[in-house]
C-alpha cells in the first residue's frame, strides 16, 4: 500500500483561524467644498484649525437657524460613490428624503441628526456589489460636532460635514477579506476623489459565528482598529458564545469590546421627514452625466495593465495605487514600448515626486505627458544620456518643460578622441586613485566615472567611458 503523502498544515496566522459572518457599515467624510447645510469650509484636516472657528448658526444649532438647501455636489458625490460600488441609485419618481434622527447627546445641538436613512426611507443608491460583497445602501448624512468626555469641550468645527455611510450586506467571512476589501474601497473611492483622503474611514461593524447572535462594535477608527476588532469579537463569540443581541464599544488600548446596551435598551431613534427640507429629486439625465465621467475601477486598470502591457502585477499595483500616475503611464505608452517607460514613471518620475512630497494630482504640479515622451525619445535616440534625462527630469517639478533644447546643449558625447582626453586629464588631477584602483581598489573606478560625467555635464557616453577608462588604467 502506498503510504499517502502528508501534507503540512500551513502556519496559521493569528487571524486566519476566523469563521464569521461580519457586516459593515462604512463611514467616510465626502470631499466638498463646503459642509452639508451651510457655507462653512469643509476643511481636509480640522484638527489643524483652532476649535470653532469654522462655524455658524447653523452648524452650531442656534435657536432659530434653518438649514440651507442640502450641498448638491456632495449628492452627486454619494451618487459617484454608489455608482462606483455598482449600485442602482433611486432616480425620478422616487424622491429622497432627509430624515430627522434623534438622539439626546452633547455632540448633537438639534437633538437630531439629518440623514437620508432610517425607517421609510429610501437611500440615495442600493442593491450594489463590490468585488463580491453585496452593497444594501449608500447614504448621505451630516457629521456631529467634536465632544471631548473628559474635558466637556465641544468642537463644531466639523458639525454638519458630509459623510457617506456605505452599508453590506454580512457577506465578509474573515478579518483578511475585511481587511483587503476595505483597502481596495478605499482606493476605489480615491479615483474619484470622493473621500477626504486626510479624514480616513471610520465603520461600525457586526459579528457573528455559527450559532450565536451578532455583535454590533459602534464607531471603530481606521482599517487596522476595525480588523483588529473583528479578530477580538470573533474570539469573543468562540469563548461566550452570546445568544443576546448586543451593542459594544472597541476599546483599542485593551484590544477588547465592551458593552454599550443590550437589544432590549436598543435606541429609539424616531425618525421624521425634516420639514426644513425639500425633497431631493434626482432624473436619470443627472445620473448618466455623472456615469459618462466615471474612471475605470483600480481593479479594471490593474488587470489591463498587467494583461495588455505585460507589466508584472506588482509594478502593476504601484502604477494603479494613484488615477493620475497610471492614467501618465497611458499615456506615455501610447508612444513609447511599456517596458522602457515602466521605470521612467515608476522609479524615477515617482522618486522624484516622493522626494518634492507631491503627488501628480497635486494642484501646484502640473507634468505634461508629452514632455515626459519627448524627453525619453531623446534618451532613445541616443541624444541624451540616461544621466542627463533623469537631471531634466528632477526639473520637471513643480512644471514640465520641452527639454529639447536643452538637450541641443548637453547633447550626448560618444567621440571617443574627445572622451579620452577628458579622462587623461582627470587621471592626471586624480592621480592617488587610480593609483589605488591599480592596486585593487574596485570602487576608486566608479569615482573616476563620475568625475568623466560631472566633467562632462553628464553628457559622455557611459559604455564608452568605461570602455577607455579601463583601457587607460590597464
Ligand atoms: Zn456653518
Given at each position: 500500500?502506498?503510504?499517502?503523502?502528508?501534507?503540512?498544515?500551513?502556519?496559521?496566522?493569528?487571524?486566519?483561524?476566523?469563521?464569521?459572518?461580519?457586516?459593515?457599515?462604512?463611514?467616510?467624510?465626502?470631499?466638498?467644498?463646503?459642509?452639508?447645510?451651510?457655507?462653512?469650509?469643509?476643511?481636509?484636516?480640522?484638527?489643524?484649525?483652532?476649535?470653532?472657528?469654522?462655524?455658524?448658526?447653523?452648524?452650531?444649532?442656534?435657536?432659530?437657524?434653518?438649514?440651507?438647501?442640502?450641498?448638491?455636489?456632495?449628492?452627486?458625490?454619494?451618487?459617484?460613490?454608489?455608482?462606483?460600488?455598482?449600485?442602482?441609485?433611486?432616480?425620478?419618481?422616487?424622491?429622497?428624503?432627509?430624515?430627522?434622527?434623534?438622539?439626546?447627546?452633547?455632540?448633537m445641538?438639534?437633538?437630531?441628526?439629518?440623514?437620508?436613512?432610517?425607517?421609510?426611507?429610501?437611500?440615495?443608491?442600493?442593491?450594489?456589489?463590490?468585488?463580491?460583497?453585496?452593497?444594501?445602501?449608500?447614504?448621505?448624512?451630516?457629521?456631529?460636532?467634536?465632544?471631548?468626555?473628559?474635558?466637556?469641550?465641544?468642537?463644531?468645527?466639523?458639525?454638519?460635514?458630509?459623510?457617506?455611510?456605505?452599508?453590506?450586506?454580512?457577506?465578509?467571512?474573515?478579518?483578511?477579506?475585511?481587511?483587503?476589501?476595505?483597502?481596495?474601497?478605499?482606493?476605489?473611492?480615491?479615483y474619484?476623489?470622493?473621500?477626504?483622503?486626510?479624514?480616513?474611514?471610520?465603520?461600525?461593524?457586526?459579528?457573528?459565528?455559527?450559532?450565536?447572535?451578532?455583535?454590533?462594535?459602534?464607531?471603530?477608527?481606521?482599517?487596522?482598529?476595525?480588523?483588529?476588532?473583528?479578530?477580538?469579537?470573533?474570539?469573543?463569540?468562540?469563548?461566550?458564545?452570546?445568544?443576546?443581541?448586543?451593542?459594544?464599544?472597541?476599546?483599542?488600548?485593551?484590544n477588547?469590546?465592551?458593552?454599550m446596551?443590550?437589544?432590549?435598551?436598543?435606541?429609539?431613534y424616531?425618525?421624521?421627514p425634516?420639514?426644513?427640507?425639500?425633497?431631493?429629486?434626482?432624473?436619470?439625465?443627472?445620473?448618466?452625466?455623472?456615469?459618462?465621467?466615471?474612471?475605470?475601477?483600480?481593479?479594471?486598470?490593474?488587470?489591463?495593465?498587467?494583461?495588455?502591457?505585460?507589466?508584472?502585477?506588482?509594478?502593476?499595483?504601484?502604477?494603479?495605487?494613484?488615477?493620475?500616475?497610471?492614467?501618465?503611464?497611458?499615456?506615455?505608452?501610447?508612444?513609447?514600448?511599456?517596458?522602457?517607460?515602466?521605470?521612467?514613471?515608476?522609479?524615477?518620475?515617482?522618486?522624484?515626486?516622493?522626494?518634492?512630497?507631491?503627488?501628480l494630482?497635486?494642484?501646484?504640479?502640473?507634468?505634461?505627458?508629452?514632455?515626459?515622451?519627448?524627453?525619453?525619445?531623446?534618451?532613445?535616440?541616443?541624444?541624451?544620456?540616461?544621466?542627463?534625462?533623469?537631471?531634466?527630469?528632477?526639473?520637471?517639478?513643480?512644471?514640465?518643460?520641452?527639454?529639447?533644447?536643452?538637450?541641443?546643449?548637453?547633447?550626448?558625447?560618444?567621440?571617443?578622441?574627445?572622451?579620452?582626453?577628458?579622462?587623461?586629464?582627470?587621471?592626471?588631477?586624480?592621480?592617488?586613485?587610480?593609483?589605488?584602483?591599480?592596486?585593487?581598489?574596485?570602487?576608486?573606478f566608479?569615482?573616476?566615472?563620475?568625475?568623466?560625467?560631472?566633467?562632462?555635464?553628464?553628457?559622455?557616453?557611459?559604455?564608452?567611458?568605461?570602455?577607455?577608462?579601463?583601457?587607460e588604467?590597464?
Amino acid at each position: 500500500m502506498v503510504k499517502a503523502k502528508t501534507h503540512k498544515k500551513p502556519k496559521e496566522t493569528e487571524k486566519s483561524e476566523i469563521n464569521a459572518k461580519i457586516g459593515l457599515e462604512v463611514h467616510g467624510y465626502i470631499d466638498t467644498k463646503e459642509k452639508l447645510f451651510c457655507t462653512c469650509r469643509n476643511f481636509h484636516d480640522m484638527k489643524l484649525i483652532k476649535p470653532n472657528t469654522n462655524i455658524c448658526p447653523i452648524c452650531t444649532g442656534a435657536p432659530g437657524s434653518k438649514p440651507m438647501l442640502p450641498n448638491s455636489s456632495a449628492v452627486s458625490k454619494i451618487l459617484q460613490i454608489g455608482l462606483m460600488l455598482n449600485c442602482k441609485p433611486n432616480i425620478l419618481p422616487k424622491k429622497l428624503i432627509f430624515q430627522r434622527k434623534h438622539y439626546s447627546w452633547p455632540d448633537m445641538p438639534h437633538g437630531y441628526q439629518k440623514t437620508i436613512s432610517g425607517a421609510y426611507s429610501i437611500p440615495v443608491a442600493e442593491n450594489g456589489n463590490f468585488l463580491g460583497i453585496r452593497i444594501r445602501e449608500v447614504h448621505l448624512e451630516e457629521d456631529p460636532a467634536a465632544w471631548n468626555p473628559e474635558t466637556g469641550n465641544i468642537d463644531y468645527n466639523r458639525a454638519g460635514v458630509p459623510l457617506v455611510e456605505i452599508v453590506t450586506e454580512p457577506d465578509f467571512t474573515s478579518p483578511e477579506q475585511v481587511e483587503h476589501w476595505l483597502k481596495q474601497l478605499v482606493l476605489t473611492l480615491s479615483y474619484i476623489k470622493a473621500l477626504n483622503k486626510d479624514a480616513g474611514i471610520k465603520a461600525d461593524v457586526n459579528v457573528n459565528i455559527k450559532g450565536t447572535v451578532r455583535t454590533e462594535i459602534k464607531n471603530v477608527n481606521s482599517i487596522t482598529e476595525i480588523v483588529k476588532s473583528i479578530v477580538s469579537e470573533a474570539r469573543r463569540h468562540q469563548k461566550e458564545k452570546p445568544i443576546t443581541q448586543e451593542t459594544r464599544r472597541w476599546n483599542s488600548e485593551t484590544n477588547k469590546t465592551e458593552l454599550m446596551r443590550t437589544k432590549e435598551e436598543a435606541a429609539d431613534y424616531r425618525f421624521i421627514p425634516d420639514p426644513d427640507l425639500p425633497v431631493i429629486k434626482i432624473d436619470k439625465k443627472r445620473v448618466e452625466e455623472i456615469k459618462k465621467n466615471l474612471p475605470e475601477s483600480p481593479q479594471i486598470k490593474l488587470e489591463k495593465i498587467i494583461k495588455s502591457h505585460k507589466i508584472n502585477p506588482r509594478d502593476a499595483e504601484v502604477l494603479t495605487s494613484n488615477l493620475e500616475l497610471v492614467e501618465f503611464f497611458e499615456k506615455v505608452i501610447e508612444k513609447i514600448d511599456p517596458k522602457i517607460v515602466l521605470p521612467w514613471i515608476k522609479t524615477e518620475l515617482l522618486g522624484v515626486l516622493n522626494y518634492n512630497k507631491k503627488t501628480l494630482d497635486d494642484k501646484d504640479i502640473e507634468i505634461k505627458p508629452e514632455h515626459v515622451i519627448e524627453l525619453l525619445e531623446l534618451v532613445i535616440n541616443n541624444k541624451i544620456t540616461p544621466l542627463k534625462a533623469k537631471d531634466i527630469l528632477r526639473r520637471f517639478i513643480p512644471k514640465s518643460f520641452s527639454p529639447g533644447s536643452e538637450a541641443k546643449q548637453s547633447e550626448k558625447i560618444t567621440d571617443e578622441k574627445q572622451l579620452l582626453k577628458i579622462i587623461k586629464e582627470i587621471i592626471k588631477k586624480e592621480k592617488k586613485t587610480a593609483d589605488d584602483y591599480k592596486k585593487g581598489n574596485k570602487k576608486s573606478f566608479n569615482f573616476l566615472m563620475g568625475e568623466v560625467m560631472k566633467a562632462t555635464n553628464k553628457s559622455a557616453d557611459f559604455q564608452i567611458v568605461r570602455k577607455i577608462l579601463e583601457r587607460e588604467l590597464g
